[in-house]
Structures are given as structure tokens and as C-alpha cells.
T-cell receptor, first 115, second 110 residues
């Protein structure tokens, strides 16, 4: 089966600009996650969708970050405006169901550099 | 914070030796998962252990869980150069809360 797809793979922007990332999960996976991974740290969960509803967005900086999952499949994560501290790898993952016992499958990530 | 803390932060061993890394967490969990991350394959799930389990095996991997001490360990036996990567524990708790630890960087020297 095809894995989780993300684009773009790399993005360089200046602070205060806007940027958007796209994710296509594994077919049939109900749950989709966006993570932020700063260099040298573990991934931090930003938002979790089950189908097209938000399960958890407690760590999403809502003043500048937004995410949507249209029709319960693809998802986009947007940052507007970007700050220097947003430089990180943004990972998308999916799993079959949002239960306690689920394996997450990760995409290759988008490396964002904010200058 | 529920975030797990891995120990050691970095580990360097010779090929063929065993590697052990530990994870500690703060509150009760539903399960604990181990993931591996390297530049070639990204972040990959290795093994999941439920809160009512004490030990699980998968190939050369052995995971233990001690809920009384709020800790887990990952043992990689007969290590290979291809095992060089960062290893993260992740805890699932509450209503689908999920946190990754800070990671252990493993280097296996051929």
C-alpha cells in the first residue's frame, strides 16, 4: 500500500510570510496527525483529526496555525504569519482508528526554514 | 508534562553488541510505543506495549514495561550498523493524548 505523502519536502520563507503544507494519508485511515519536530527534539503533536473532525488541538498555536481535513481525506496545515521559531520539520501521520492501541504511519515530512 | 524522557541521550556501541535505552514518564498510560527515526526511512513504528503487559518481543527487539516505576526499556540485541538511528518512546494516555519523548541517538560502529 502507498505510504503517507507530504508536499513540499522543503520550504524556505521569510518571517511574517505564510506557508501551507499538504498531506495525503494512507487510504482508509480514519485518523490523521500533524506533528512539529524541532531539531534535536521529539515530535510534538499539533492536531489530530478523526475523519474530518478535530479530536485534539490543544498544542496548536491557534493565533497563527490552522489546519483542515476536507472530506476526511487530505489535510493542509497553514502558518500565517511565520516566525523564526517555526523552523522545524512538519510531520504528517495516519492510523486506522483513533483508539489507544494504534500504530501511526509517518510521511517523510516537510522541512521549513524561516529566515 | 507527560512527555517521556529517554536515557541515555546518546549511545555508541560496536556492531554485534546489545543496546539498551530507557524511557521514563510521569502519569498513568494506556500504552507505550517505540519508534525509530533515521534519515533514510523517516519515523517508523517498532513495537507497542499495553499497560497490562510487562514484556514484548519483536525480532531482535525486547521491550519491558514497569508501570510501578513508570518506566520502559528497549533492548536491541546483536546490533547492526543499520540500527544507527534515533529511538523515541511515545506514551498514549487519557483521551487519545499522545506524547513523544526526547529520544536516544544510537550509533553502531561497524
Amino acid at each position: 500500500e502507498a505510504g503517507v505523502a507530504q508536499s513540499p519536502r522543503y520550504k524556505i520563507i521569510e518571517k511574517r510570510q505564510s506557508v501551507a503544507f499538504w498531506c495525503n494519508p494512507i487510504s482508509g485511515h480514519a485518523t490523521l496527525y500533524w506533528y512539529q519536530q524541532i531539531l534535536g527534539q521529539g515530535p510534538k503533536l499539533l492536531i489530530q483529526f478523526q475523519n474530518n473532525g478535530v479530536v485534539d488541538d490543544s498544542q496548536l498555536p491557534k493565533d497563527r496555525f490552522s489546519a483542515e481535513r476536507l472530506k476526511g481525506v487530505d489535510s493542509t496545515l497553514k502558518i500565517q504569519p511565520a516566525k523564526l521559531e517555526d523552523s522545524a520539520v512538519y510531520l504528517c501521520a495516519s492510523s486506522r482508528a483513533a483508539t489507544y492501541y494504534n500504530e501511526q504511519f509517518f510521511g517523510p515530512g516537510t522541512r521549513l526554514t524561516v529566515l | 508534562s507527560q512527555q517521556g524522557e529517554e536515557d541515555p541521550q546518546a549511545l555508541s556501541i560496536q556492531e554485534g553488541e546489545n543496546a539498551t535505552m530507557n524511557c521514563s514518564y510521569k502519569t498513568s498510560i494506556n500504552n507505550l510505543q517505540w519508534y525509530r527515526q533515521n534519515s533514510g526511512r523517516g519515523l517508523v513504528h517498532l513495537i507497542l506495549i499495553r499497560s497490562n503487559e510487562r514484556e514484548k518481543h519483536s525480532g531482535r527487539l525486547r521491550v519491558t514495561l514497569d508501570t510501578s516505576k513508570k518506566s520502559s526499556s528497549l533492548l536491541i540485541t546483536a546490533s547492526r550498523a543499520a540500527d544507527t538511528a534515533s529511538y523515541f518512546c511515545a506514551t498514549a494516555w487519557g483521551g487519545n493524548q499522545f506524547y513523544f519523548g526526547t529520544g536516544t541517538s544510537l550509533t553502531v560502529i561497524p
